[in-house]
């Protein structure tokens, strides 16, 4: 079973061909001239420019020349910049706008709220469904207001780092917003992350604030958020302030620390004075994982974020005054982040909330959603999408989603029968289907097929082309561009963008070892890519120890860590493998220590616990294959070539075992793998 498998997902696969890929349906766009659809003025400003080509060639060779006209026509300022750019890729330099000043909140709400301010800025669809709650931009902005003035009444300054733990909602909305209006750094962290992962993003960022909300609610299931933060306070005594909001309004155990964050909003000014910011200030940090056990804490900055998060969220999306736009990502990640957050407000766009789950409370939810709202844009996940398809097609027939033009995929590659079924079901035939690559590092996204193809120029299940300013490049081993042909490499960015990461919180140098080193002048994503046709781009999957699960990024050595710590354990190790819906699942291998039995009572069950109550559930390895032993070279490498085969069950394919110090290991391994299901 898993064999047939891992041939239709491709996100476990690393650096393999996949067949799967291969196109027969769709046209290529060989000389063929590409319109854009999406409006975009400046385009007079730019000399010679009269096609799509012309534009986004424009855009690499006049790359100063193009961000310096949108920054100067979609943002905000204060004070103008001097300098549109000074960046080296060869030493990993990016600095955006130099000298400017400005707001990122006054550019999200203040703009619009004096425009247009009964606009509605936010809709938030509950889980519970059918109950919406609408926020316009006025609203918003006193929201803002009344949230930033409580921190700086609390003592919060600008350049602190504020955690926030918070469920998709409009007070979430409003504490990023909060703190960016004051200059604090926000940090938001995903609220399904354990009481430990919070407590070591609040260590790292030295987070003195926490603002997080009693209770989350998902799929009609109620989490005690506020305990987990009380679990968290134990291990991070530096925190000196939790602010409270309200869900569901149940009692809960209130520390000394609390301050009730509705009560200090209705006692605090509805106005804020918004601080002044340098173009290059942090804007905000955003954990992700990495091939180590410790996450990094990605940071942006103010200006080149908000206009590529803005850029890329019309454009992509063809998103036009008047639409009402959905992505339904999680605020805690940084599709949140740049597509629910920065890049529809900045732009003034109406963006919807998702709370809820797709399948609560059955698996029409989404599209009853999109019928309800009249939604025009709608931007999910694969894992979602292969989810919901097994489902038949009745839960997206019984709704009119008429009003959907652009359908938006993201977080991982998303395989033919989910790109089929959203572009004919739920899109009708009649939408675009948008396969965004990006990553927390990119600000947005980078690889695209819109806007540049359009109508009859799409390659199912391929971002394809870059987005303007962005200028992809495969590498090989010996850091050289491949040019020509179909071959595979290692998926890098050549030339500079405004939304690129400044660096990883505190530890710049592991910033530069990860993403400028491997291939000097080159930004290297941790992705293999390839290209069909010479042309069209495609993410083959991560390069290094990084599992892309339900669309979320996590380390192996992130579970090993946990794993290893179990009293029984002597070590662990944990690969990827595919998964139907998931797209990737961890199977972890663990050897024990001497005199513990391997049939000991519920260990699997523990071990998974334990990932659980660390991490996250979506962490939680889907089977742990316990053994006395794991596959090490003479040097005592373990061989996880050997165990991804064995993970996937091809245990008779598993290739040159001879570097092995002792073959009997794997033998026995294949043996215990052929008894698991
Ligand atoms: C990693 C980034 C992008 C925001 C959500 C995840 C994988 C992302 C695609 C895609 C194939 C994709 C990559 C990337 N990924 N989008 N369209 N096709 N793979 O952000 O947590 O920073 O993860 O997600 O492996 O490196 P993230």
Redesign the pocket.
């Known amino acids: 079973m898993i064999l047939s498998l891992s041939k239709q997902i491709p996100?476990a696969s690393r650096k393999i061909k996949l067949q799967w890929f291969s196109v027969t349906t769709a046209p290529y766009s060989h000389g063929h001239e590409i319109k854009l659809t999406t409006p975009m003025p400046e385009v007079a400003s730019f000399k010679g420019v009269t096609s799509y080509t012309d534009l986004y060639n424009y855009s690499i060779t006049n790359s100063n020349h193009f961000w310096e006209t949108h920054a100067k026509s979609r943002l905000k300022w204060f004070e103008p910049f001097h300098t549109t750019s000074e960046c080296d890729m060869s030493v990993g330099k990016a600095k955006w706008f130099l000298g400017g000043k400005l707001n990122v909140s006054v550019n999200c709400v203040d703009r619009h709220a004096q425009t247009n301010p009964d606009k509605i800025a936010l809709i938030w669809e509950k889980d519970e469904l059918g109950q919406n709650e609408f926020v316009t931009y006025q609203q918003l902005l006193e929201m803002v207001c009344r949230l930033a003035n409580s921190l700086v009444d609390s003592g919060v300054r600008k350049g602190d780092r504020v955690a926030i733990y918070m469920p998709v909602s409009p007070i979430a909305v409003a504490a990023m917003l909060a703190c960016a209006r004051i200059g604090a750094v926000h940090s938001v962290v995903f609220a399904g992350f354990s009481a430990d992962a919070l407590a070591q993003r609040i260590k790292d960022a030295g987070a003195e604030t926490i603002i997080t909300t009693d209770q989350a609610v998902r799929g009609g299931k109620v989490i005690e958020l506020k305990n987990i933060v009380n679990a968290a306070l134990v291990q991070c005594p530096s925190v000196k302030r939790v602010f409270l909001s309200h869900r569901l309004g149940k009692s809960y155990a209130r520390t000394d620390k609390d301050i009730d964050l509705d009560e200090a909003m209705s006692k605090a000014d509805k106005y804020c004075e918004p601080v002044s910011m340098d173009s290059e200030d942090l804007l905000f940090m955003l954990y992700?994982s990495g091939s180590t056990g410790k996450p990094k804490g990605i940071v942006h900055t103010q200006a080149g974020y908000l206009l590529y998060a803005m850029m890329t969220q019309k454009y992509v999306f063809d998103y036009r005054d008047g639409d009402i736009y959905a992505c339904v990502a999680d605020v805690g990640?940084?599709?949140g982040h740049s597509y629910v957050v920065y890049g529809p407000l900045g732009n003034g766009a109406t963006s919807v909330l998702f709370e809820s789950v797709p399948t609560y409370p059955d698996p029409g939810r989404y599209w009853n959603m999109v019928e309800r709202l009249r939604i025009n844009q709608f931007y999910g996940a694969p894992t979602a999408i292969r989810l919901l398809l097994r489902y038949g097609d009745s839960y997206v027939k019984k709704y009119d989603l008429s009003t959907l033009r652009v359908l938006g995929?993201?977080?991982?590659?998303?395989n033919h029968e989910a790109w089929e079924w959203y572009h004919n079901v739920v899109g009708n035939g009649k939408c675009d289907v948008v396969?965004?690559?990006?990553?927390?590092?990119t600000g947005g996204i980078a690889i695209t097929p819109r806007p540049s193809s359009l109508g009859d120029v799409i390659v199912p299940s391929a971002?394809m082309r870059p987005f303007f300013g962005i200028q992809p490049a495969l590498v090989g081993e010996d850091g050289k561009e491949l040019v020509g042909g179909d071959s595979d490499g290692a998926c890098c960015l050549k030339t500079p963008w405004p939304g690129m990461a400044r660096t990883i919180y505190g530890d710049h140098e592991r910033f530069l070892d990860t993403y400028y080193r491997p291939y000097p002048g080159y930004y290297f994503?941790?992705?293999g890519a390839r290209k069909i046709e010479n042309e069209f781009f495609q993410?083959t999957?991560?390069m290094d120890d990084v599992l892309?699960i339900s669309?979320?990024?996590l380390g192996t050595a992130e579970i090993e860590d946990i794993l290893d710590e179990h009293v029984d354990v002597a070590e662990a190790a944990v690969v990827g493998v595919p998964h139907h819906i998931k797209g990737e699942e961890a199977f972890a291998f663990v050897s024990l220590k001497e005199g513990v039995s391997k049939q000991k009572v519920n260990l699997v069950g523990e071990l998974k616990s334990d990932v659980r109550q660390k991490v996250a559930a979506f962490a939680v390895p889907g089977q742990i294959l316990i053994s006395d032993a794991l596959p090490k070279t003479r040097s005592g490498k373990i061989m996880r070539r050997i165990l991804r085969k064995l993970a996937a069950g091809e245990v008779n394919d598993l290739g040159d075992t001879s570097t092995l110090a002792d073959p009997t290991v794997v033998e026995r391994l294949a043996a215990e793998r052929l008894k698991m299901k």
Do not use: A, C, F, L
Request: overall charge negative; hydrophobic content about 25%.
């Open positions: 996100s992700t990640w940084i599709t995929s993201v977080g991982e590659p998303i396969d965004t690559w990006w990553q927390t590092e971002p994503s941790g992705d993410i999957g991560r892309n669309g979320h990024r």
